[in-house]
């Protein structure tokens, strides 16, 4: 369904609320993962940079509020949508939600289906393949509706571990992508390939996107790994 995972952080210290959110999700074919207290967050969203974070207001230790601050104020991350979760329903606890950065804000108890909704609003911005809509870069277009690739007009067949990657390459172009990180997004976190394969792979992408001429889009960036542009 998603031509590249996309991988959902929930932050919630009710283990009822975080199953019943993770089990839907997942459901829907998200990537996920779980922390039950801010500090575990932290160091989650350091290590797994999801691309959409649900954050729990109410939390032990460092509050929801203090973690949205925090994530806004990193450069390395205040590019992932934050969605706030609450049982608060006052108005100022609303506009301060808002300053702290987080992009939408939910009123617990909320409903699962609209929760998911707004997940995906929140991708349509940072992740648009994995929404199916079409992108384009140059001369190269890819649909995710119809997993159809063109180049200059002619249709290019690709493999579908080609396609994840002109996927996650074509989503931000210019983006220097480490082969690690290839690796979380386009095979998943939980299977085990070596490094290696990225290399293979980038270069049947390669080959096929010259088939019908046009210089190589795909830049080798020594020591750090591949970009589109
Ligand atoms: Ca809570």
Redesign the pocket.
Known sequence: MCPANSTILIV???PS?REVLAYNLAAEGFSLSEAETGDDALILIDEVMPDVIIL????PGVS?IEICRRIKTNPATRDIPVIM?T?RSEETDRVRGLETGADDYVLKPYSVKELIARVRTQLRRVRPASVGQLLEFEDIALDPESHRVTRADQQIALGPTEFRLLATFIEKPGRVWSRDQLLDRVWGREVYVDTRTVDVHVGRLRKALCRFGGSDPIRTVRGAGYALG
């Not at 729990?56 to 939390?59: A, E, G, H, K």
Request: net charge negative.
């Open positions: 919630e210290d009710e609320q729990d207001w109410m939390l929801g979760l049982a």
